[in-house]
């Protein structure tokens, strides 16, 4: 991704929820839009709940940790195309993909860091599935003869036009730069909290995998999901090193002095199977009104099924 592009793509187009007057926080609308309490908000900065206010006063702590949040929620709103009930809606509801919690309790436990990977990875997913479609669009196109190109009049400068992409403030730049700094420190700090967990049980973990390893496997019309995107490579087991890793196999994001990664080829007897595998759910589910891949915050387009057959020897 280019890195202008993938700068504009960590904050929303627009200001979707009201949160933003003049380039400064309302702080009370992002506390009313996710329901939280002065304890939730103090445990959220790190301050006493006895500090926290949302006037002209606030917290830097608070102030900060609210900005990282409204960005959140507003990416959130963009997929939604600005429907509030249903980013409102979306925050409240339990979800599979994220271990079976709301993403407001998420936000309240401290994880908006997780959260915001979430949503950022499935945009990005979204957005590169459109660029791949137009590209394949652009492909089968015929070529076009070039046009004749307009003599310059008297007068006329040698110059190419120029096109406004986008437009923003040094102010907004400041905000995006900040919050980008702040969330990166959010990250490295997320992965201290699962590490112990993972060292302690490392033996089981890897008993449990080699005690499902099968002599040789045949198999004919299994399913795999995958992103629209990598569909000419169904078989690269590059994904399942991305982050963490699957539920089968230890990610490129682990320790490496704990753990080695190693990837894992996710495919499933069926698309129901594989459905559930990739979305933690049944296709046809719905959860508060809300499908799947709301959920998941992907629309259609951005996966695609492909059907397999082979032998495992």
């Known amino acids: 991704m280019p ?3 993938a700068l504009f793509a960590t904050v929303p187009d627009k200001d979707y929820l009201g949160f933003w007057a003049d380039q400064t926080l309302n702080a009370r609308e992002v506390v009313d ?5 002065k304890r939730d908000v103090a445990k959220l900065s790190g301050v006493a709940p006895a500090s926290v206010r949302f006037d002209q006063k606030i917290p830097k702590e608070v102030l900060d940790r609210l900005q990282e949040i ?8 963009q997929f939604f195309v600005g429907d509030v009930v249903k980013t409102a809606l979306w925050f409240k509801t339990v979800n599979p993909l994220l271990g079976n919690i709301t993403p ?12 915001r990977r979430f949503v950022m990875e499935a945009l990005e997913e979204n957005a590169a599935s459109q660029r791949t479609r137009a590209g394949d669009m652009r492909r089968n196109r015929r070529p076009r003869p070039p046009e004749a190109q307009r003599p310059l009049r008297s007068g006329e400068p040698d110059l190419p036009s120029l096109i406004e992409l986008e437009r923003f403030t040094q102010a907004s730049l400041r905000q995006w730069l ?4 702040n969330l990166d420190g959010l990250q490295r700090a997320l992965y201290f909290e699962l590490e112990p967990l993972r060292q ?7 008993e449990a995998l080699r005690s499902q390893a099968l002599p040789s496997l045949s198999f004919e019309g299994w399913s795999r999901i995958l992103d629209y995107r990598y569909g000419l490579q169904p078989l690269s087991v590059a994904g399942s090193l991305k982050g963490e890793g699957g539920r089968f196999n230890i990610g490129a994001d682990l320790s490496p002095g704990a753990f080695t990664p190693f990837p894992a080829l996710y ?13 933690a759910a049944p296709s046809a589910q719905k959860s508060e009104g809300l499908s799947l891949q709301e959920l998941a915050l992907r629309v259609p387009g951005s996966f695609t099924q492909v059907r397999l057959r082979g032998r495992k020897r």
Do not use: H, P, Q, W
């Not at 839009?33 to 309490?37: A, T």
């Not at 409204?70 to 709103?77: E, M």
């Not at 407001?104 to 994880?111: A, Q």
């Open 3 to 5: 890195a202008s592009r």
């Open 33 to 37: 839009f996710l329901d939280l309490n």
């Open 70 to 77: 409204a960005n959140i929620c507003g990416l959130v709103a």
């Open 104 to 115: 407001r309790d998420m936000i309240r436990y401290g994880r908006y860091e997780k959260l």
């Open 178 to 181: 900040a919050t980008k700094s």
């Open 200 to 206: 302690r049980n490392e033996a089981r973990l890897l």
């Open 267 to 279: 495919i499933a007897e069926d698309y129901e199977a594989a459905f559930r595998e990739r979305f």
